[in-house]
C-alpha cells in the first residue's frame, strides 16, 4: 500500500495555516505592536562575501573599511622623511610587515562596542620556530595583543600562541591553518560601561574567532577606553594582511555579577 498520497494530503493541511496566514500577523500582537515591529526591526546588513584562498569577501555594507586591497591611506606608520606613509608592501591585494620599520595603526578610530574582522597569512616558507615563525600581531586600542603567529605545528608558550591575548589568556583552542594560508580573526570588543555613580557595571571584554572558531570567549581584559584603532605589529617577519574592515556595535549592557 501506498501511503504517500495520504501523507501529503495531510502535511498540506497541517502546515496550510502558515502559509494562508496574514503577513500582517507577524506582528505577534500582545507582543510586539506593528508600530514597534516598524521602529525595532533590526537593521538589514548585506553580509561579506564569502573569503577563499584566492580573494577575501567584500566588507558588510555597514562596515568602515581600512583596507581594500589597494592602499595604505587609512593608515599611518613610521614613513620616510618624517612622513607618517607607512613602508609596508601594498601587493596583489594585501599588504605585508617591512620589517624594521614599525608598527601601522589606522588613522581614525572606532567609537564605543565595535566588530574587527582582519585577514592574515604567515609566509608559505617556514623559517625559525617557536615566536620567531611568522610573528605579527593584532592591537584594538585599549586590549591586548592578539598574537598572530604561525602555529601549524608550531610550540610556543601557549599564552604566546595564535590567538591567545598575548601573555594574558591562552587561546581556547588552536584553529590555525598551514603556513601560506590565509586565515581570519573576528574580533568583538565590549568596552567597560559605568553607571551614574561611576562604578563600573559591565567589565570591558574580547572575544576572538579564529577562522571562524572561537578562541577568546568575553575574556575581561582590556576595553577600559571609549574607542581605539587598530594596530598591527612589525616583529621582523613578513606577515601579510588584507580585507580589514570593522563594524560599530550597539548591545545591550549586561550587568557585570553580583550587580
Ligand atoms: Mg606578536
Redesign the pocket.
Known sequence: MNYRPLFTATLFVSLSPLYAEDPASVSDAGRWSKERVQSERPAVVTPPGHTTAAKPGAAPSDALVFFDGTNLSKWKGKGKDGSDAPQWLVKDGHFEVKRGTGTVQTRDQVEGDCQWHIEWCTPAEVKGNSQGRG???VFIGGYP?V???DSFQNDTYPDGQASSL?KKSVALVNASRGPGQWQTYDIICIREKKGADGKVIQPGSITVLHNGIVTQFAVQEGGKQASGGLQL?D?GNPVRYRNIWARKLVVPTVAAPGK
Open positions: 610573528n605579527s600581531g595583543e598574537q598572530v603567529l598575548y605589529q616583529h
